[in-house]
């Protein structure tokens, strides 16, 4: 059994197509961006996750469900109210399950397994913590939350800080840092470094854990870009070249292996750095991307 660690859109993508080649895995994710909006808790990494393995992403957008409507996200705007994240019906079904479920006692983690259950994922799924934890962004429109920098601001403001607001009181899910020490290997997939991945590794006793595994890291940058997303404007907000020697350097050694592009090997020296096509434009991409991270191991 492996571990993967996620969070944003590059590490669903690859899951959706590791679960075709392998199925003995599970997923360590990312809440630092998790909120509450029109009385629901949002928690979208974990939802881009339950929707990849469950194969109903909607694989244009990478967040929610395929030919999902907005009915009532329209309405809500109608009357009056300020929704900034547009919100599908059938996805809104899986926050307000998700909500009852917090709001009758049960964990995360156990909120999470009810839904993952019902949408059919075998993988057991991790919130990397039940306390609440939440990233915010030093702009040169004052700090605020990442939902807000990404979705409302669409990302556009000069970026000078990233905090984790309450990450000093994270502890693990119960069960994650056992589940880390009876895996074989750890993957920390093609997601933005500083804001999807950093989290998870910030909670107490995680990095730990992961040290004592072989891991494998896959670049979200080719080149000078970032696969997708805010990953090349956060790295260079906190002095790091965007490229992939600029990720590895953030990892620091945690890496025993590093999977970058064709045509973007360097020398390292903390971990052996190996070229592959690390582009997914297709399903066959990410099972192709799959099966060679899995012979590295």
């Excluded at 944003?8 to 961006?33: H, R, W």
């Excluded at 244009?60 to 409507?69: H, M, N, R, Y």
């Excluded at 970026?159 to 009876?182: C, F, N, Q």
């Amino acid at each position: 059994m492996i571990v993967v660690l996620s969070g944003g859109t590059g590490t669903p993508k690859l899951l959706a197509g590791m679960k075709d080649v392998y199925q003995e895995f599970s997923v360590v994710v990312n809440t630092a961006e998790d909120l509450w909006i029109s009385g629901n808790k949002i928690c979208p990494d974990i939802d881009s996750v339950i929707y990849a393995l469950a194969g109903v992403i909607d694989e244009k957008k990478l967040w929610g469900i395929k030919d999902d409507t907005f009915i009532t996200h329209l309405e809500l705007k109608k009357l009056g109210f300020d929704e900034f994240m547009m919100i599908g019906d059938r996805d809104r079904a899986t926050h307000i399950m998700r909500s009852e479920l917090l709001r009758r006692g049960f964990t995360l983690k156990q909120a999470t397994d009810k839904l993952r259950e019902s949408f059919g994922v075998k993988q057991e799924i991790f919130p990397m913590s039940e306390e609440e934890v939440s990233t915010y962004i030093l702009t040169d429109k004052g700090w605020m939350h990442f939902q807000f920098f990404w979705v409302k601001e669409k990302g556009e403001p000069e970026v000078y800080d990233i905090k984790i607001r309450g990450i000093e009181k994270a502890k693990p899910s119960m069960g994650l840092i056992e589940t880390i020490k009876r895996s074989k290997a750890v993957i920390i997939g093609p997601s933005n470094p500083v804001t999807s991945i950093n989290p998870i590794l910030m909670v107490y006793g995680i990095k730990e854990a992961i040290r004592k595994k072989k891991t494998v890291i896959v670049s979200p940058i080719v080149g000078k870009k970032p696969l997708s997303g805010p990953a090349g404007k956060f790295l260079k907000a906190l002095g790091y070249e965007v490229s992939p020697k600029g990720v590895i350097e953030f990892y620091g050694d945690l890496a025993d292996l590093f999977v970058v592009h064709i045509g973007d090997k360097f020398r390292s020296e903390t971990c052996e750095v190996v070229e592959e096509n690390i582009v997914m434009k297709k399903r066959e991409d990410a099972i192709r991307l799959s099966r060679a991270i899995l012979e590295l191991l």
